[in-house]
């Protein structure tokens, strides 16, 4: 039923084998972390691989070109950092980020080159950027956590062509509001329309730890009963990524977060190669 690689076979999985399947290099514009020292941290961390998933965002409200990048030179680059590492994989990827109206120029821009990984997440609703706080203004939480939910399930099912949703929950990062979680009690509708399209479809959910670290003296909190339902729904692929900008956060946390997928029904994570999945044992 799942593909395995021989990592399998490999003595640190007596530790974990870790794929952190959402990096971002220099190649993003809001990263500073060259591809050379994020491959010398994720070997000395004894991760099995590093997908290199830089931001391509077309139609950016404040700047259309701002999360554009060249994407032959960044898959050159991966190319010749791999070959001086033997004993982690260094994957190319990229994560695109939906926008209706934007699907088929996304495509377009997509279809002349190959790819190991490819993310689907939200960053803009409605031609805002929750970043700058603008989006949140005039709305509750309950409105502005639903729209972008809504979002994520309409784009999502017309793109199609990715391997793994990115932060579901993202919109709660930079929120104003006193609720910062998204609960599977409060979205369960709109959730259960995203949770069954991945299940259905054989495509991963991703758990972001980069969504839960303190901002603005809050942390989200990832809601286990949303696993377990994509679990419950027939969902298989599980994703962990640290959505790293900087080297120092490769990896973040992904042995407490493997322990509560374990704990939430998953016995497996899984990572891409040329698009399919691979899966290793959560132990």
Do not use: W
Not at 12 to 26: E, G, K, P, T, V
Not at 33 to 53: N, W
Not at 81 to 96: S, T, W
Not at 128 to 139: N, T
């Amino acid at each position: 039923m799942y593909p395995f690689t021989d990592l399998e076979k490999s003595p640190y999985l007596r530790a974990m084998i870790f794929y952190d399947n959402h990096i971002h290099s220099q190649f993003s514009p809001d990263s500073r972390m060259k591809l050379e020292d994020a491959a010398e941290k994720a070997s000395e961390m004894g991760l099995a691989g590093i997908s290199v998933t830089d931001h391509l965002d077309l139609d950016a409200p404040r700047a259309s070109d701002e999360f554009l990048f060249d994407i032959g030179r960044q898959q050159s680059t991966i190319e010749a950092v791999a070959a001086r590492y033997h004993d982690l994989k260094i994957f190319k990827g990229i994560e695109v980020g939906l926008q209706p109206g934007s699907i088929e120029k996304t495509r377009e821009f997509l279809s002349d080159y190959k790819f190991d990984t490819i993310i689907a997440s939200i960053h803009f609703i409605d031609g805002q950027d929750p970043y700058y706080g603008d989006y949140y203004m005039g709305k509750d939480y309950r409105e502005a956590y639903g729209r972008a939910l809504e979002t994520i399930y309409r784009t999502a099912v017309e793109f199609k062509d990715f391997d793994i949703l990115g932060h579901f929950d993202y919109i709660a990062r930079y929120a104003p509001y006193s609720e910062r979680d998204i609960t599977y009690s409060r979205f369960g509708d709109l959730l259960d329309t995203i949770l069954k399209y991945l299940a259905q479809e054989g495509k991963a959910f991703e758990i972001n730890t980069n969504t839960y670290r303190e901002r603005n003296g809050h942390t989200p909190v990832l809601d286990t009963a949303i696993l377990k339902r994509f679990r419950e729904l027939g969902g298989e692929a599980l994703s962990l990524g640290s959505d790293a900008h900087d080297k120092e956060r490769i990896a973040e946390n992904f042995k407490v977060y493997s322990e509560i997928a374990l704990g939430c029904g998953f016995e497996y994570l899984v990572h891409f190669e040329g698009r399919t999945p691979f899966y290793t044992p959560i132990s």
